[in-house]
């Protein structure tokens, strides 16, 4: 019996353990938490804010989500369907929107469209006395769009050039026309990608604060923000955030009770749709394509750069050095750990499946699915018990150690990247797992090879494009990341994302103007690098072919 638990307790079997138990139990503090009894300024918030919240936090993810859903099909079925000029540049342009936060796009058209501002000026120049006021809930739900809808868009794209010409050119036999075969075959087999990709919007922009906030849209996570700082009363921040994650899990199940059992299979070697050209009215889908990326990613950025000509020199000085230095360092270890602690989860998922495995591994990807907001009480409370319980512990290496140590260090904030962004690097090396399957893997172990050697000279080569992608997605939404950043930093530490967010908030969105570009600007390189990675490795297969 004590041999048998033994062979199965592995390094990946523990790691894996204790990342599902690191998740669950700030989790349950929320909770627990919820036994309080109630304070004066949630009375207030129960009886007269929390109806809006909920209607607006409704409302907000029911627009964001068709509009996002709509564009990034859009996009993607012109993209993978049509052959035209330019479509290769597009292609991987459409996704630059990716790079530019929410609350970044928001402090810009904010200030564009002001009386003051570019569009405005522009207007009255030719006239018109008119004024565009972006800053309401029809201006979150467009800003949320531009910038998110490259998640469906990535997703739908994929699935459709994976989609085989003999399901299409079966159905057009048999006499379906071409709008039939678009509603019952095509689109159904994009389906799965399409959901997933409006899921991880809806995820999106419930964990937005900076763009809420600045556009004063009473949402959940603006309520969340203003309970702890406004009000004072971390019990009312715990109990909306308990309501928000709810709302976040009842969207999670609704998503897999509408999926069912259904699966959708395609076999690995199929013969991919041919692109046609484009004829009469559908020219100007490119030009549409052209638009959306010019007012996602070109407008925004080239008005920052307009910022910068009255920007004081001073800014390009040691300061900016520690802030790119902070937001690169920190991103790059979160990175690592998360990298690293994905691969154990994924060897762990390997070899005969069971229940508790993938019950388990639902729980270590549960991260992502809470908004920064509410997993960054969680992770403050727990933190705060750790240094209670460590409290002896401090005084014996150091009698003068303050109560506090590890609440007020950096690690409580990459222990919670770690935990929302776990789900991203661990799904990116799954994948990659799923593609070169077992054989090599048991081969080694049949002879005689240790689990570390394997992993080290047999699975790290072959997932080595996985492991890249999982690293530059998980950068990417890492050095983007505002509201666990705002919570839980060190005193006096700031990122390029924090330091943006105070500086817009304060109306100085000349002096965001420079650490605002170099944060888009080390994002869209990796989105470049990730995108022709995967080019380069799809035209390498596409010769041994």
């Keep these: 019996m004590l041999r048998r638990i033994k062979s199965k307790l592995n390094l990946f079997t523990v790691t894996s353990i204790?990342?599902?138990?690191?998740?669950?139990?700030?989790?349950?503090?929320?909770?627990?938490?919820?036994?309080?009894?109630?304070?004066?300024?949630?009375?207030?918030?129960?009886?007269?804010?929390?109806?809006?919240?909920?209607?607006?936090?409704?409302?907000?993810?029911?627009?964001?989500?068709?509009?996002?859903?709509?564009?990034?099909?859009?996009?993607?079925?012109?993209?993978?369907?049509?052959?035209?000029?330019g479509r290769k540049?597009?292609?991987?342009?459409?996704?630059?929107?990716?790079?530019?936060?929410?609350?970044?796009?928001?402090?810009?058209?904010?200030?564009?469209?002001?009386?003051?501002?570019?569009?405005?000026?522009?207007?009255?120049?030719?006239?018109?006395?008119?004024?565009?006021n972006v800053m309401t809930m029809q201006g979150a739900v467009i800003i949320f769009t531009l910038t998110l809808y490259p998640y469906v868009y990535m997703m739908v794209r994929s699935a459709l050039q994976k989609q085989s010409a003999s399901f299409i050119e079966s159905a057009r036999l048999l006499g379906a026309s071409k709008w039939k075969v678009f509603w019952r075959v095509v689109l159904p087999l994009a389906r799965p990608a399409l959901v997933a990709g409006t899921l991880l919007v809806v995820l999106e922009t419930l964990n937005?604060?900076?763009?809420?906030?600045?556009?004063?849209?009473?949402?959940?996570?603006?309520?969340?923000?203003?309970?702890?700082?406004?009000?004072?009363?971390?019990?009312?921040?715990?109990?909306?955030?308990?309501?928000?994650?709810?709302?976040?899990?009842?969207?999670?199940?609704l998503e897999r009770a509408i999926r069912g059992r259904r699966r959708y299979n395609l076999h690995s070697k199929t013969r991919p749709v041919e692109r046609v050209e484009l004829k009469n009215s559908q020219k100007i889908y490119p030009v549409l394509l052209w638009m959306v990326l010019a007012f996602g990613f070109v407008i925004p950025v080239l008005q920052l750069l307009w910022f910068t000509r009255f920007a004081n020199n001073t800014l390009f000085n040691i300061e900016m050095m520690y802030l790119?230095?902070?937001?690169?360092?920190?991103?790059?270890?979160?990175?690592?750990?998360?990298?690293?602690?994905?691969?154990?989860?994924?060897?762990?998922?390997?070899?005969?499946?069971?229940?508790?495995?993938?019950?388990?591994?639902?729980?270590?990807?549960?991260?992502?699915?809470?908004?920064?907001?509410?997993?960054?009480?969680?992770?403050?409370?727990?933190?705060?018990?750790?240094?209670?319980?460590?409290?002896?512990?401090?005084?014996?290496?150091?009698?003068?150690?303050?109560?506090?140590?590890?609440?007020?260090?950096?690690?409580?904030?990459?222990?919670?990247?770690?935990?929302?962004?776990?789900?991203?690097?661990?799904?990116?090396?799954?994948?990659?797992?799923?593609?070169?399957?077992?054989?090599?893997?048991?081969?080694?172990?049949?002879?005689?090879?240790?689990?570390?050697?394997?992993?080290?000279?047999?699975?790290?080569?072959l997932i080595k494009t996985g492991l890249l992608s999982a690293a530059i997605i998980v950068f990417i939404d890492i050095i983007k990341e505002l509201p666990l950043t705002l919570i839980l930093r060190p005193t006096n530490y700031n990122t390029m994302a924090t330091i943006v967010h105070e500086y817009a908030s304060d109306e100085m969105l000349i002096e965001a103007s420079i650490p605002a570009l170099v944060l888009i600007a080390v994002a869209s390189l990796m989105i470049y690098i990730l995108t022709h990675a995967k080019q380069k490795r799809g035209a390498a297969n596409v010769r041994k072919n």
């Design 18 to 85: 204790i990342a599902g138990l690191l998740i669950i139990i700030p989790l349950l503090n929320i909770f627990v938490e919820l036994t309080a009894p109630a304070s004066d300024a949630w009375i207030h918030i129960r009886t007269y804010l929390l109806g809006r919240y909920l209607r607006n936090t409704f409302v907000l993810i029911f627009y964001v989500s068709i509009l996002s859903a709509s564009l990034g099909f859009f996009a993607a079925y012109v993209i993978t369907r049509y052959e035209f000029k």
């Design 324 to 461: 790119i230095v902070n937001s690169i360092s920190i991103a790059v270890f979160a990175t690592f750990i998360i990298v690293v602690i994905a691969i154990m989860l994924a060897n762990f998922n390997r070899g005969r499946a069971s229940s508790f495995k993938k019950s388990w591994l639902k729980i270590t990807n549960l991260g992502y699915a809470i908004p920064g907001a509410v997993l960054a009480i969680a992770v403050h409370m727990f933190f705060i018990d750790l240094d209670h319980m460590f409290y002896p512990l401090y005084r014996f290496v150091n009698p003068e150690t303050g109560r506090l140590v590890l609440s007020l260090s950096l690690s409580m904030l990459v222990f919670a990247y770690v935990l929302r962004f776990m789900a991203i690097g661990y799904n990116s090396i799954e994948a990659s797992y799923d593609k070169i399957g077992e054989s090599f893997t048991e081969a080694a172990y049949a002879l005689k090879s240790s689990k570390i050697k394997t992993l080290w000279t047999i699975d790290l080569p």
């Design 89 to 132: 540049l597009l292609s991987w342009m459409l996704i630059l929107p990716l790079a530019v936060p929410s609350y970044i796009m928001a402090y810009v058209y904010g200030d564009m469209t002001s009386y003051s501002g570019t569009v405005s000026r522009f207007f009255r120049s030719i006239g018109y006395d008119g004024y565009i």
């Design 208 to 253: 937005d604060y900076g763009l809420v906030e600045y556009f004063n849209v009473q949402v959940f996570s603006f309520a969340i923000f203003n309970a702890w700082f406004s009000f004072g009363d971390v019990i009312s921040a715990i109990r909306l955030s308990a309501i928000l994650m709810l709302i976040v899990f009842g969207i999670v199940f």
